[in-house]
């Protein structure tokens, strides 16, 4: 007997390929006994789900050997860096062991005793025993091997937050450091005798494949939303009509890749006409 | 780390021994884990380079604190480096799919310059068919199937990611799969042609 294929057979086709109906369930046999698009479509979705899983092991496979082949990366300090902090994180001290067992084997809780997903310093939650002869004073470099880990692992913890406290800021054209450093860098910054133009960022540079985009926004009290001026350039100067362009000014040049979710990297500055700031005062 | 009954990679012996902290195997650690970055690196060139080294340093620590939370789950069923792997590539599909809600770096006059949108990451797989089909199904759809077979994910798991329904999201996974039949299909057609 056959049917025909309507909307009912989509959802059986949606079930097969989602896999909440598989070849052993009696719906499979009926369906695809009774409707030979059903039973097509079937073979074409499983076809298309294999071609898939082996481009996946495909790509999984090349990049593999790749790293195998690779080099030691530069981030490999990186790496040690945290695993050795780590490592020391779970470097607490335990009471000696009556059998003073020294085993690294002994140390490692099976894997069933062991929660699935502890928290990190968990990872080794016994050091391997102290001898029965240990003193007060032989566990003195042990603690000092403790400090000096938790100090190891601090100063990790805090050049990670430095790094992106200075994303930030050097995205917003400033240093934790060094203040608003974008002043220095985009000209003109300032009062600006005559007109604005030429716009220069000659000390920024870009990286390949990668564009500036000047913008230039009114900066009087009537300013607008809509900039004066939104352009990409690969120079590092703008020349153009400025005369136009109202008393005050605020400007930013933004450098990342077109078509690129966010910049790398922003610097903004403040112009203003000589003669409007001798009138404010 | 139940490993019995199977052929047990060697990796899961230095694993063992470093988190024992056996000075020797926590180097042998520090090699393997340094696979991190470089899959990060080369999956990065492969779809055409949208993370900036700033951006893979961040993924890298990210995908590392992610893989030493669950490296007690590592069974040794195979090399550490091919485990990793599936860290990596989910911890980089996220950050995708961050950056693809961001507010975009472009400006209007100059759409042109638009023709490589970074996350679609098809644009530089042209050796595989698959995945250039598979960037022209609608974004959700190629989303879900990328979710599915690329990143390994169940379809609660996905639904959980977007914010959808299962059945919404099993029914995007149908069609679109629907969908990338006919475009294998034609692809493969024009290719003999």
Redesign the interface.
């Known amino acids: 007997m056959t049917t025909t294929h309507d909307s009912e057979h989509d959802e059986f ?2 079930a097969v ?2 896999g ?1 109906i598989d070849a052993s369930d009696v719906r499979f046999e009926r369906q695809t006994a009774s409707c030979g698009r059903c039973r097509d ?1 079937v073979a ?2 499983r ?3 294999r ?6 092991q ?3 496979d090349q ?2 050997r ?3 082949l ?1 080099p ?5 300090p ?3 860096d ?3 902090a ?2 020391a994180a779970t ?1 607490t001290p335990t009471l000696p062991r009556a059998d003073g067992a020294q085993s ?2 002994r ?2 809780p099976a ?2 005793e ?1 929660p ?5 310093p968990a ?2 939650p016994m ?2 025993a102290r001898s029965r002869e240990e003193t007060p004073a032989t566990r003195r470099p042990a603690r000092l091997r403790t400090w000096i880990a938790l100090a190891a692992a601090a100063v990790v913890v805090f050049a ?1 937050l430095t ?1 992106f406290l200075r ?1 930030d800021e050097a995205a917003a054209g400033r240093s934790p450091i060094l203040g608003d450093t974008s002043k220095n860098e985009l000209d003109p910054n300032g009062p600006v005798r005559g007109e604005y133009e030429p716009l220069t960022w000659s000390s920024l540079s870009t990286e390949p ?1 990668e ?1 500036f ?1 000047v913008i230039v926004w009114d900066d009087t009290d009537a300013a607008s939303p809509t900039p004066l001026l ?3 350039t690969d120079e590092k100067e703008w020349f153009g009509e400025t005369k136009h362009w109202p008393d005050r000014i605020r400007w930013e040049v ?1 450098i ?9 990297l922003k610097k903004r500055a403040n112009a203003h006409r000589a003669a409007a700031d001798s009138s404010s005062r | 780390m139940s490993t019995h009954g199977e052929q047990i990679h060697p990796d899961l012996r230095t694993v063992e021994r470093a988190l024992a902290k056996d000075a020797e195997a926590v180097e042998e650690l520090i090699e393997l884990l340094d696979c991190i970055p470089a899959i990060l690196h080369a999956r990065n060139l492969r779809h055409g380079g949208c993370f900036t080294e700033d951006e893979l340093v961040d993924l890298t620590q990210t995908t590392l604190a992610s893989v030493w939370r669950k490296l007690e789950t590592y069974e040794g069923r195979g090399s550490l480096q091919s485990w990793v792997y599936g860290y990596c590539i989910r911890h980089m599909s996220n950050a995708f799919r961050s950056k693809r809600r961001e507010p975009r770096f472009t400006d209007a006059d100059t759409l042109a310059l638009e023709v490589h949108e970074a996350p679609r990451a098809a644009d530089s797989h042209d050796f595989e068919p698959v995945y250039r089909c598979l960037a022209q199904l609608e974004p959700i759809q190629e989303c879900v199937i990328r979710m599915k077979h690329l990143e390994q994910r169940t379809f609660e798991e996905i639904a959980a990611v977007l914010e959808t329904p299962t059945g919404t999201v099993k029914t995007h996974y149908y069609r679109g799969l629907a969908r990338l039949r006919e475009l294998l299909e034609r692809n493969f057609k024009e290719s003999f042609a």
């Open positions: 086709l949606r390929a989602c909440d479509q074409a979705l076809d298309t789900q071609q898939l899983d082996a481009a996946e495909r790509e999984r990049i593999l790749e790293v195998e690779r030691v990366t530069r981030m490999r990186l790496v040690a945290f695993v050795r780590q490592l470097d690294a084997e140390a490692e894997a069933s062991r699935a997903a502890a928290p990190i990872v080794v050091r391997p990670w790094k994303q494949g564009m985009r939104d352009k990409l933004h990342g890749e077109p078509g690129a979710p966010s910049p790398r």
